[in-house]
């Protein structure tokens, strides 16, 4: 069959904005293992990235000329409003055509896609096993139920995500780029890539679980070293890239998966810069893995701060203390490895007290890159949940579980204040700029190896 999958993900950035900064540079890495998964199965697979075309015409243009049999599109929350005009389009263009809709948001707010009824199948879950399924019975003629839920794969099973899925077709519409993914900070070079190497969390996080567990099920899957290796290879291969980022929600988890990870990254020659997402608990309690993981190449970590009040870090559930997040950058920077600092303004039940402690901390911190977030109540969270029970949620439209938007997202809170707060939490005080600075001059024009050995020789040192 053929199949055209499309991402829909233009609610921020809009048509023709392939490479327009942090939303504009991503393959969707679960439309990108759905192609290779297709592929395999023998089906001709093409991408409608609507961030890549001009237009709603030129879409309509581009499904009369390519004709899919199937179209699978995919949604996160935000992806709503765009994900529906493009079920218009298509059924208008295509009527045959039939429409599988699948991704985070179908199946943690399923009673919102269903009853659309221009959608032929809404699949839940995980799509590996249930979408080439769902296709061997409409080739076979066969009556299938509308809504679809999956299995959790074994993902040593699958294929590699298709990355050339992206490049292809942004390439198509002009976009030149030597890999599928932009970089985003100076210490990740291009070319530049992304893998996942599982899937689930353990923790239990307000503003994201029970969600995620939803999706992807309690428990952590991991691919084998071996087959991330593979991935990494065949990457290096493809692209020649200069450094990577792991997207996994949250890689160290297992530390004894991540040093087996390091020794296989470093005995396979591989160099390349990368980042990954951490928490600061385990940051603090496996030190050793930091160090192991800064020995081959790690330059960043993703940190989940979040709040710098304790009473707030207790009320979302994040399992983490002010102490240990102020511990998690202590250790960063003794391994030279800079911190991209996730944080929430205007979590509900917090006061401007505690908006301060946040402020305070981030001065204490002094992270590489500041990534604030005013607090969205993302349906299947927790948190979302008790936005609706206590009537503060103010999102009208799905357009709003944008990150940043103009308008205040929960009730209750004094939007002048939390702006004023986004601001000057992402102010670096004198000392730390000046801290800084020397350092910056010192790795560039100082040798610390001949001072260091200098220094020694003086003090009588080898
Ligand atoms: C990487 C990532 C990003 C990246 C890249 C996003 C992208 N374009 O894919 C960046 C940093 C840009 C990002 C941004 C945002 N993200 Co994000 N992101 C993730 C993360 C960590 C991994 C995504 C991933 O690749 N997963 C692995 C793949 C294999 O899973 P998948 O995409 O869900 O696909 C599988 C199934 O869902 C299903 N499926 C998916 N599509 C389809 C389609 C069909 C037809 C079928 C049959 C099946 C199917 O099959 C796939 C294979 O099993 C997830 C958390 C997670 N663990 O998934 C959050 C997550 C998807 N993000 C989330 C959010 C909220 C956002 C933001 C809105 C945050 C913000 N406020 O700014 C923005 C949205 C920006 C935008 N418009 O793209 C939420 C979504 C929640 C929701 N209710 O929608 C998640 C789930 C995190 C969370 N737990 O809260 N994100
Ligand atoms: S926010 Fe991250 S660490 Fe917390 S539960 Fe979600 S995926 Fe896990």
């Not at 291969?237 to 980022?245: G, H, I, P, T, V």
């Not at 203390?321 to 911190?339: D, F, H, P, S, V």
Request: aromatic share 10%; charged share 25%.
């Amino acid at each position: 069959m053929h199949i055209s999958l499309v991402y829909a993900g233009i609610a921020g950035k809009g048509f023709d904005s392939i490479g327009q900064g942090m939303d504009s540079g991503w393959i969707s890495h679960g439309l990108a293992i759905l192609s290779a998964v297709l592929k395999r199965e023998g089906h001709q697979v093409d991408l409608l990235d609507l961030r890549s075309l001009h237009g709603w015409e030129h879409f309509r243009e581009e499904l009369l000329a390519r004709r899919p049999d199937v179209c699978g599109l995919t949604m996160m929350s935000v992806d709503f409003n765009p994900v529906m005009q493009a079920v218009d389009v298509i059924t208008e263009v295509l009527p045959d055509c039939h429409i599988v809709v699948g991704g985070p948001h179908p199946t943690l707010a399923t009673a919102e896609v269903l009853p659309n009824e221009k959608i032929d199948h809404v699949v839940i879950q995980e799509g590996e096993i249930s979408f080439p399924q769902l296709l061997r019975d409409l080739e076979a003629g066969k009556e299938r139920e509308r809504l679809v839920v999956d299995e959790h794969p074994d993902l040593d099973s699958l294929p590699y995500a298709d990355h050339d899925l992206f490049l292809d077709e942004w390439r198509r519409w002009g976009y030149e780029a030597e890999s599928p993914e932009a970089p985003f900070v100076p210490e990740l070079p291009p070319p530049f890539v992304t893998v996942i190497a599982g899937r689930g969390c353990i923790y239990n996080c307000a503003f994201c679980k029970p969600g995620e567990s939803l999706i992807f099920g309690n428990r952590v899957r991991r691919r084998s070293v071996a087959n991330v290796i593979g991935e990494l290879k065949d990457l290096r291969e493809r692209y020649a890239f200069n450094s990577f980022m792991f997207h996994d929600d949250c890689l160290t988890e297992n530390p004894r998966w991540v040093r087996e990870f390091c020794e296989a990254y470093q005995a396979e020659g591989f160099t390349q810069p990368f980042f990954c997402q951490s928490r600061a608990d385990i940051i603090v309690k496996h030190e050793e893995t930091v160090a192991a993981m800064a020995a081959v190449g790690l330059k960043g970590y993703f940190i989940g701060f979040e709040s710098g009040s304790d009473r707030v870090l207790d009320f979302i559930g994040k399992g983490t203390t002010r102490a240990q997040n102020l511990e998690a950058a202590r250790i960063c920077r003794k391994y030279g490895i800079a911190i991209w600092a996730n944080y929430m303004l205007g979590l509900p039940t917090e006061t401007p007290d505690e908006v301060r402690e946040t402020i305070s901390m981030l001065k204490e911190i002094d992270p590489d890159y500041y990534s604030p977030a005013f607090f969205t109540p993302h349906p299947g969270s927790r948190l979302y949940d008790y936005c609706v029970e206590n009537d503060l949620m103010l999102i009208r439209d799905h357009d709003e579980y944008a990150r940043n938007p103009s308008g205040p997202k929960i009730k209750g809170q004094d939007r002048e204040f939390l702006l004023r707060a986004l601001v000057e939490s992402q102010r670096r005080t004198p000392a730390n700029a000046l801290k800084r600075e020397a350092r910056r001059l010192w790795r560039r024009y100082a040798r610390p190896d001949k001072v260091v050995r200098k220094a020694r020789a003086l003090l009588g040192g080898g």
